[in-house]
């Protein structure tokens, strides 16, 4: 839902400019009102984010001083009652996204698991630099040997002993899940103690771990280990697979290679150049600065938002997000015949 309404916002908005209604301003504010409402609700990071860029857009081209200070303060309280009845979506924006960047210690990457994506896809690009492994072929070769990033993850993830004992590895059932037990003992009398035997001050517990999040361990059952040695490694995922790259131009240069992503990439300067272009029209001489080229502006922004480096993303080839990049097009086009007509 937030990344349905926060990618049509600018296109929505360009139409409201369009139609020259009466009450125009008092439309976009209800639009933009209701928009981060549902995008909020939604939880989507990058919805939220898109919304917000648009919104900063909004009120450079649209909006006078008092009603940006009205928006902002009537936003804001609806916000806070959002919150106080259910701070799950806050959680989610704000300290989830937080707590991802404090995993990486890096404000350039948004997430462990999305830089294994990364990875792999810059290892299938160079694999095959000039065309790529073709449309969709992530999913598929994601896991292979060559472009695996199993070894970083285990070499990330590798977990040293706390001391000297004898490290102690069991299978069993745990809160209704098939995990190991993972534990280190005292002394080598404890490893002749029966399971039932062996008490609170004979082992130190390491870790519960769910079987499917088990890597790989590097000692036998019960081996003498000295502190700070490797014992195992383990975490949610075994590689960097899904079903694309959660990047629009590495999915490109992962299954389309250099040809893909050039045309791409030049698709996104050329419209850059334009955007540009126009705001600094408008502010040389706003006056001028008529509804035809206000709302080729804000399509052109929502055309920029889907093609935007930096964002992680969802697969650039589905079916919906293909036609949600490209439906700002057909009326960008439209506005650009009526203006040589």
Known sequence: MGSFISRLLPMNLAILILLNLKKENLLTFLLLIVSGVLVFLSGERLAFVYFFITLIFCFIF??????????????????????????????????????????????????YRHSLHYK????????????????????????????????????????????DGIFHIYETIYNGDNVFILELLNNLESQTKPESLLQPEDRIRLAIVDKSHF????VMDFSVVKKDQKIYATYQ?????????????????AELGLVGFILFFIIFLYFSFILLKLIIVYFKNNKNFNRNLKARSFLILGILLSMFPLFPSGNYFGNWLLIITYLPFGLYLSLIKSKND
């Open 215 to 218: 890597l790989k361990i590097f």
């Open 120 to 163: 792999t896809a810059y290892n299938m690009f160079l694999d095959n630099k000039i065309i790529g492994h073709g449309l969709k072929s992530f999913r598929n070769l994601c896991g292979d040997s060559k472009f695996s990033t199993t070894n970083q993850i285990i070499d990330n993830f590798t977990f040293l002993s706390p001391g």
């Open 62 to 111: 649209n909006f006078k001083k008092n009603i940006v200070f009205h928006f902002i303060l009537f936003f804001s309280f609806i916000t806070i009652l959002l919150i106080s009845y259910n701070p799950k979506q806050f959680n989610r924006i704000f300290l989830h996204t937080y707590s991802q960047f404090k995993e990486t210690n890096k404000i350039s990457n948004l997430s």
């Open 237 to 253: 995922y075994s590689d960097g697979c899904n079903t694309h790259p959660h990047n629009i131009y590495l999915q490109f240069l």
